[in-house]
């Protein structure tokens, strides 16, 4: 018992974030060109305010994310996506 | 030079089916006129729009994939932006980017090669262990 209560003593004292390895999931299915098209898998890596997410959050590899960013922005020029969401709705 | 592009455009709910023909066969008529071959055309049909514009909340969507020269490319822009049922339109190109696209397939057919090797070798060791198991096994037994 004592040995257990030790190791939550220590784990309590440091900041521990049990968070999965970030992987692109572009790469994983092997998407060669991401179309503007299906906006529902661009809408995915947008935030709740209709923001662009950042690669560092979503783990997409610096290829892909380059070209969700354009795919994103002619998304929303063709009225697939809002270029911003308010919270009334 | 022949290039390859991606059209797409929005017209006006209220336009009536042969004013959507209309403007489909006169792109197509431009691209055709320069030896140009079109590929593929995508009629979505009417649809809800995210957010509304010009005070309309639907939307005529259509996507053509073509083959052709820059010149013919910039004519149909000029007879998109000049139709009045055409709310928004977008022409981009799709081939500078194909060519870094292949490359990085190279590069996962090359990762694909890499992964079934090691797993050859890995089931090749693992089946030799279980084989040398068994025989130390039978050999103890005797």
Redesign the interface.
Known sequence: MKKYKDSTDSKQNKKYYFNKKKYCLFCKD?V??IDY?NYRILQKFTLETGKIMPGRVSGVCG?HQK?LTKAIK?A????????VESKRD | MKRKYEIGFLLNPESSDEEVKKIMDSVIGIIENAKGIVENIDEWGRRKLAYPIQKHNEGIYTFINTEVEGKAMAEVERRLKLSERVIRFIVFRLDDKLKKANRLTKKWHKSEKIAKKTKEVIEKTDSDEKFLDKKGDENEEI
């Open positions: 092997k060669k060109l098209k290829y070209q002619r929303r020029h063709m009225a697939f996506l809002k270029f």
